[in-house]
């Protein structure tokens, strides 16, 4: 096939494109709504809050936290300067370097993320995982690897 040439999907190939569009859609709008209605978090808050208790001290640089959550810098400072107003994470000076700041989880925002996973494990099965064999499990979760490998830059 030549560069010209468009190989355009099938039926069947424009069928599954369009369900994973939506479900790209749907599936974090109902985990979203689920969560705010049962805890007063936004998604966006309980993945922050996620990533920042892994962390080593609950806490990284605003620039790595920005890189693993795929978020741009400026997006992710607007975000968190709203979570802090609401007591769930602090911003603090870097005294190592004295370049950047850290970002880090409080008390409060650790509450909240405790009181938010089990629920939100709860949606996850009921939304995504349940009716799922474990051969369907491991065939989606190698074709998501093989996606995101030639999707990541």
């Known amino acids: 096939m030549s560069e010209t040439e468009v190989p355009w999907l099938n039926e069947r190939e424009m069928q599954v494109w369009r369900r994973w569009l939506r479900v790209q859609t749907e599936l974090p709008a109902a985990l979203g709504r689920d969560i705010a209605r049962h805890s007063g978090l936004s998604l966006q808050d309980f993945e922050t809050l996620v990533v920042l208790s892994e962390a080593p001290d609950e806490r990284l640089r605003i620039s790595a ?89």
């Open 65 to 153: 936290l920005a890189d693993q959550m795929h978020w741009e810098r400026s997006r992710l400072s607007h975000h968190l300067r709203r979570m802090s107003a609401r007591g769930l994470v602090s911003k603090e000076d870097c005294k190592e370097d004295g370049r950047g700041s850290f970002v880090a989880l409080t008390e409060q925002g650790r509450a909240a993320l405790e009181s938010a996973a089990p629920g939100h494990v709860r949606a996850v099965r009921g939304l995504f995982l349940d009716g799922m064999s474990e051969d369907e499990l491991a065939l989606l979760g190698g074709f998501l690897e093989r996606v995101l490998q030639r999707a990541s830059v």
